[in-house]
Antibody
Framework: EVQLVESGGALVQPGGSLRLSCEASGFSFSSYWMSWVRQGPGKGLEWVANIKQHGIEKNYVDSVRGRFTISRDNAKNSLYLEMSSLRAEDTAVYYC??????????WGQGTMVTVSS | EIVLTQSPGTLSLSPGERATLSCRASESVSSSYLAWYQQKPGQTPRLLMYGASNRATGIPDRFSGSGSGTDFTLTISRLEPEDFVVYYCQQYNTSPWTFGQGTKVEIK
């Protein structure tokens, strides 16, 4: 079965850190760009970051650049998002998505990150 | 960054009617790099259209997309009960990829 499964979401205090993971199965993970997309409570979608097939090229939205780091391990079919200096506005469901030339053709079920004291 | 503005915010229609959703970009977007998504309550988004007018795998032909430059349209020819949900456009012409704020299609 083709799927993406995220994990690692939690309640964290402002200024804290968290690592999200996404495990892919059912397709050739190493052949695709991958992205993280988030959705705040009751809000729309926001692209966060993406990473090229071999992990060299990475892009970030301005609001997370310098605080978040996207990475991947193709041997483990896994995508990661290291988040630090977390803010209340980072509270969201974080989705792992297969980035097919920029369109997201496959999504995980999401993992919830809540930043609150 | 390219700002996408969707209109209307909410569209009230009846089953069987035609829905026309608009997505306007703050600067020109190559039609090859405009996508539409559908999101049902409590579910993950689903890719409907890519390249402005190409249906994704498994998407019924009552969904169609058109447009170029700064103006794009998603049309649902005959609304089915399961179509009354939220739709987002997204551009992947220029990083950062950006989404519109969404259009909710509700039953009138």
């Amino acid at each position: 079965e083709v799927q993406l499964v995220e994990s690692g979401g939690a309640l964290v205090q402002p200024g804290g850190s968290l690592r999200l993971s996404c495990e892919a199965s059912g397709f050739s993970f190493s052949s695709y760009w991958m992205s993280w997309v988030r959705q705040g409570p009751g809000k729309g979608l926001e692209w966060v970051a993406n990473i090229k097939q071999h992990g060299i090229e990475k892009n970030y939205v301005d609001s997370v650049r310098g605080r978040f780091t996207i990475s991947r391990d193709n041997a483990k079919n896994s995508l990661y998002l290291e988040m630090s200096s977390l803010r209340a506005e980072d509270t969201a469901v974080y989705y792992c998505a297969r980035d097919w030339y920029g369109a997201f053709d496959m999504w995980g079920q999401g993992t919830m990150v809540t930043v609150s004291s | 960054e390219i700002v996408l503005t969707q209109s209307p915010g909410t569209l009230s229609l009846s089953p069987g009617e035609r829905a026309t959703l608009s997505c306007r970009a703050s600067e020109s977007v190559s039609s090859s790099y405009l996508a539409w998504y559908q999101q049902k309550p409590g579910q993950t988004p689903r890719l409907l259209m890519y390249g402005a007018s190409n249906r994704a795998t498994g998407i019924p032909d009552r969904f169609s997309g058109s447009g170029s430059g700064t103006d794009f349209t998603l049309t649902i020819s005959r609304l089915e009960p399961e179509d009354f949900v939220v739709y987002y456009c997204q551009q992947y012409n220029t990083s950062p990829w950006t989404f519109g704020q969404g259009t909710k299609v509700e039953i009138k």
